[in-house]
């Protein structure tokens, strides 16, 4: 017999002998988590319902404004940025050039 005629087997064993007349018993302790879940899911679904309310309600907040000494400052560190890149690609066309002399010199 294969596993799977066997599992077949118990497939139509199985549900033959649930039914009406089947009794399911469970003791004090599975009760009570179960009580439990169901309790907290209940409580998670009412808090979260509160909450979608109270979001619901808040105002909207308005559109931050750019004050002019925030622009003035933000422009100045762009430019300051840009003026430290500038010396740094010189320095770095200087020490290409020099690199380029020491070849030279090799050949």
Do not use: C, H
Not at 17 to 39: H, N, P, Q, W, Y
Not at 43 to 64: H, N, R, S, V
């Amino acid at each position: 017999m294969s596993f799977q005629q066997v599992l077949t087997i118990l497939y139509y064993k199985m549900a033959k002998e649930i039914g009406e007349e089947t009794k399911v018993t469970l003791d004090l302790k599975t009760i009570g988590i179960l009580l439990f879940f169901v309790a907290t899911v209940v409580g998670m679904w009412f808090t979260l319902q509160t909450d979608i309310k109270e979001a619901a309600e808040l105002p909207t907040p308005a559109d931050p404004e750019v004050t002019r000494m925030e622009f003035d400052m933000k422009d100045q560190m762009i430019r300051n940025t840009i003026l430290n890149t500038q010396g740094d690609v010189s320095e770095i066309k200087e020490d290409i050039r020099r690199i380029e002399e020491k070849i030279d010199k090799l050949k």
